[in-house]
């Protein structure tokens, strides 16, 4: 009986990607509305039915005086028996009279929304952006996502799962995505924060690091109410951080995506408004040289949208972290008036 060599399902996965072009990747030379129709009517399909959206107003439960700002903790629906808990700050200069554009700020895997409001000087700047932000006169919602902060469920009853992977597989045995659940949620925090009356509803940014970056990408490409955003830490290839170091999970996961795109171009939905991409050099889980091959796609992408002045990109000498005065600056020149 001959020897025969089993390969390790890596292999397998990787000689199917050798061959690979996404079928609605963008490609040079095609009409830009004409294909982001396309790729953006193959997202939504992808996404699938959700149930419906409510819309309740949000209830203030908490206020904290943090002099240039005032911190308020919201608690909102999003669609019925689904609550999520939020934090707005509102610089002390916005008033109804004189709103000012709003942010919302999108954690990453951590602690949630508590992450992005410490008001420690600490070094770690992903820990306070959201209050970086206030501080600068943006009105910033931060909201938890499914799974995390006070919205986060004990897996390790079950064996330390993954609870990223858990919430993906329970939500698809109803048929659902825990992405697109997210995305759901992401757009009523939208709506919360364009309501509010400090807010001008027509300078609205967006922004996160890594997961949150993998929600500001999904929500700004599928909601144009959102004019400017900046994702930080996200930009690659599936091939480098899905293939090769499996650096990814249930609640970043779109099912049959790479079938038509990869990441840039699902970052290039985003065209023609603008775009601030940040990538540190240091960053294992998203390697600089696949950051640089995405970026270069995504370049194409905005010259075909004839918009390439809008695309930017912040390259730094720093790991997997959010680099917070390119971001500050790139929303005060894309937000606030001349």
């Known amino acids: 009986m001959s020897s025969r060599v089993l390969e390790p399902f890596d292999r397998f996965l990787r000689d199917i990607d050798r061959g690979h072009t996404p079928s609605l990747a963008f490609q040079p030379g095609q009409d830009f509305p004409t294909w982001r129709a396309a790729l953006i009517h193959q997202v939504e399909m992808l996404l699938g039915a959700l149930p419906p959206v409510t819309a309740t107003p949000p209830t203030i439960i908490d206020t904290t005086d943090c002099g240039s700002y005032l911190q308020h903790k919201l608690l909102y629906e999003t669609s019925p028996n689904v609550t999520v808990p939020a934090w707005l700050l509102v610089p002390t200069s916005a008033t109804p009279e004189t709103p000012a ?66 919430n993906f597989l329970r939500a698809a045995l109803f048929g659902m995505n825990l992405l697109a659940l997210n995305i759901q949620d992401d757009r009523r925090s939208l709506e919360v924060l364009a309501d509010r009356p400090e807010v001008d509803g027509g300078r609205i940014g967006c922004a996160g690091l890594s997961f949150g970056g993998t929600r500001t990408m999904y929500l700004t490409a599928l909601d144009e109410r959102i004019r400017a955003a900046v994702v930080s830490g996200y930009l690659t290839t599936f091939t480098a951080y899905a293939l090769n170091t499996g650096n990814f999970c249930g609640s970043q996961f779109l099912p049959g995506i790479y079938r038509y795109a990869d990441v840039a171009d699902l970052h290039g939905l985003i065209a023609p408004r603008p775009l601030l991409i940040e990538a540190g050099r240091a960053d294992r889980g998203f390697p600089i040289e696949a950051s640089r091959i995405a970026y270069s796609h995504l370049m194409e992408i905005y010259a075909a949208a004839g918009s390439p002045e809008r695309l930017e990109r912040d390259e730094f000498d720093g790991g997997h972290e959010f680099h917070a005065e390119a971001s500050i600056s790139f929303m005060e020149r894309s937000l606030l008036p001349l």
Request: proline share 5%; hydrophobic share 35%; net charge positive.
């Open 101 to 166: 554009p709003g942010v919302l700020a999108f954690h990453g895997h951590g602690d949630g929304k508590d992450q992005l409001v410490s008001r420690s000087n600490e070094p770690n700047i992903y820990r306070s952006f959201a209050r970086r932000y206030a501080e600068r006169g943006f009105v910033v919602l931060a909201p938890d996502a499914i799974g995390f902060g006070e919205r986060a469920t004990d897996f390790h009853r079950y064996g330390q799962r993954d609870a990223c992977n858990v």
